[in-house]
């Protein structure tokens, strides 16, 4: 039986998206026993682009740089928490999307996503979550690059240090 050939998907650094292609890769590619690991370099470089492409642009393909490659590749993107903040934050975006924002005054219609959300929430009836005030910040990581992070401000503490 001859199955269509499968698109293999291309990653250019987008959170949201590495678990497709991870997936995909370790299924066709990285447990592919028929593949030199010369020819699975070859499918992460063609897979890869923008800033993913550059963590492993400057590796000489050879056997032994495949593993490091791909290494470096799933360190850098496989973060547990952050794509679980993001997938988050995507269903709570969805539930917000739901509701009309006409449904508020003039000028919560005119306000920024975040205000948005937080007014339709407390016009909505109580829930069992909390609100709480974050901000999207960039940390360097162990391999110097920057990585954004979402920090908690808590309103309760003496002070806040946030700085541009």
Not at 2 to 31: K, M, Q, Y
Not at 150 to 158: E, H, T, V
């Amino acid at each position: 039986m001859n199955l269509p050939n499968i698109a293999f998907p291309t990653f250019e650094g987008d959170t949201c998206s590495w678990l497709h292609l991870r997936d995909t890769f370790d299924a066709l590619i990285v447990n592919n026993t028929t593949l030199s690991n010369v020819q699975k370099f070859h499918y992460v470089i063609a897979s890869l682009e923008n800033e993913a492409k550059v963590l492993i642009n400057n590796l000489e393909m050879t056997n032994k740089n495949f593993l490091f490659a791909w290494q470096l590749v799933t360190q850098r993107y496989n973060n547990k928490r952050l794509i679980a903040m993001l997938r988050i934050d995507s269903q709570i975006q969805s539930i917000n999307d739901k509701g009309s924002p006409n449904n508020g005054p003039a000028h919560a219609r005119r306000s920024s996503t975040a205000e948005f959300n937080t007014y339709y929430s407390f016009k909505r009836k109580p829930r069992n979550h909390i609100l709480l005030a974050t901000a999207i910040v960039e940390v360097q990581n162990k391999f110097g690059q920057c990585v954004p992070c979402r920090a908690l401000l808590d309103s309760a503490s003496q002070s806040h240090f946030i700085t541009e």
